[in-house]
Structures are given as C-alpha cells and as structure tokens.
C-alpha cells in the first residue's frame, strides 16, 4: 500500500472521529492561542499535511496559503478559515480541512494551595472545577473544604469562594461549575484550633464543621486526672483582630484559630 494511501486511511479515521463527537454534542471546544501545537489535514491532499505552531502574535503558517491567523478560534472555526481561502484563492474546490490541536499550551489553569501536585494544567474541552482538582492529584489532608476561584471578567476579577463539602454532601453539581483558561483555582488550608492545659495530647487539631467544645476535648484525648470542665476559657479573635478572653460551655461552637484552656482542678 502506498504512503498517499495510508494517509488518506488515517485522515479518514480521523474525520469520522469528528463527525461522531460533534453528532454526540461535544461543542465545549477551546479556543487556539499562542504555543498551541496544530496538526492540519486536507482530504485527498496528503502532501498539505502540515505540523506547525501558533506564534506568539497568533498566526500559523500554512502551504500555498502563507500566514493565518488563528488566536481566538476554535479548531472548527479555524478549519472554516483556512478551506475558505484555499478555495477563495482557487488552490482547491470545496477543500475538507481538519485541525487536530497536539497540545493547548494557550488553555492552561493554576491550581495552588493545599492540593497534591500545584501547578499549571492544560484545560483540552470541557473541564470542571472538581475535574481539574482531581488533575492535581486531589486535596491534601491539611486542606479546607472552601475552593477559592480567581478569574477575569475582561475588566477586572473576579474572586468566588465554593464549599466543595456542601456541595458534594447536597449532590448539588451545579457548583461544579466549568473551568476556563488562565482561571486560578486555591484550596484553602483546613480550619484549626488549640487546645492546651489539662487534657492528654494538647496541641493543634483540625476544626471539623459544627464542632463543639466537648468534641474538641474529645479530639484532643479527653481531660487528665487533675483537669475540670469547669472554667473552661476560650481566646478568640474579634472582628478588628483583638484578642479576648470568654467563658465557655462543653456545647459551645468552635470557632477558626480558637485557643481552648483546660484548668486543673482544686478539688
């Protein structure tokens, strides 16, 4: 079998694989940018089989077309461009173009904080929040429930804070909401608190949601021989940032950062 032969096989294979994504609805292109790698193909013409690179003002290059360009479209719309002037330049009649993109350099996301591998990772379709943390290997054990997305609006951005806990407890996806390109996504460090004096391991303790006082003694081991849960005292921050000092009952709510002090008893 001749090379021209198997390539046309191959863009067949292709060009029926397009046609049944876009028959099964996945309109969720991205759009092509700079660094993007494109692998363009023309039905019968494998000699325009062309490998290249968008460059950094947007454009490709393209046989017997030149320069093109193709920041700001998605592959269908950049197939568009390139058969209508192959064929507005009568180079070919009613060309079949197809860009396949080898890799979105241009579509990438941040993901910082408290996951398992930070960084930035390619958003190729469509991808969701809850998607694009498990790209990151998921949240740590040090994280917090609360997603932090930063994003622009074109004019300025945009910060959005997404309890993932509720959501998933609620099975409410509808917080799960689509990712786009150069969205910043930070996992936020888990709430804590202190507990020392008389229990058997003070220390620092993760803040679970709705946590009571007794929980918290219970966290951190119970009480020794010599403490009471009499005049139990909490330091807690106020809105301003001052330091203050309250009383507290075993039923009281656990606050972020909250300093429990368990007293020794007298008797």
């Given at each position: 079998m001749k090379k021209t032969q198997i390539l046309a096989i191959i863009f067949m294979a292709l060009w029926v694989i397009c046609i049944e994504n876009a028959a099964a609805g996945e309109t969720g292109e991205s759009v092509l940018g700079p660094g993007d790698a494109l692998r363009i193909f023309v039905y019968g013409h494998p000699d325009m089989t062309t490998e290249t690179k968008v460059s950094e003002t947007g454009k490709i290059t393209f046989p017997l077309v030149g320069e093109v360009i193709v920041d700001g479209l998605t592959p269908s719309e950049a197939e568009r461009k390139i058969a209508n002037l192959l064929e507005s330049r009568d180079i070919l009649r009613k060309p079949q173009v197809m860009v396949v993109a080898a890799s979105l350099q241009s579509q990438m996301v941040s993901v910082l904080g408290n996951v398992r591998n930070q960084g930035r990772y390619p958003i190729e379709?469509?991808?969701?929040?809850?998607?694009?943390?498990?790209?990151?290997?998921?949240?740590?054990?040090?994280?917090?429930?609360?997603?932090?997305?930063?994003?622009?609006?074109?004019?300025?951005?945009?910060?959005?804070?997404?309890?993932?806990?509720?959501?998933?407890?609620?099975g409410d996806l509808s917080r799960d909401i689509d990712i786009r390109s150069n969205d910043l996504i930070y996992v936020e460090r888990a709430h804590r608190f202190y507990i020392y004096g008389e229990v058997q391991r003070a220390g620092v303790y993760r803040l679970e949601r709705n946590m009571t006082v007794m929980q918290a003694l219970s966290v951190g081991g119970g009480l020794t021989l010599r403490g009471t849960e009499r005049g139990l005292r909490i330091q807690r921050?106020?809105?301003?940032g001052n330091l203050k000092e309250i009383t507290a009952k075993s039923g009281d709510l656990i606050q972020p950062d909250d300093v429990i002090y368990i007293k020794e008893s007298l008797f």
């Open positions: 379709g469509k991808r969701t929040l809850i998607e694009i943390l498990a790209m990151a290997g998921g949240v740590i054990p040090e994280g917090g429930e609360l997603i932090t997305l930063i994003r622009s609006d074109g004019k300025k951005f945009v910060k959005e804070v997404i309890d993932v806990l509720e959501m998933v407890r609620s921050r106020d809105v301003d």
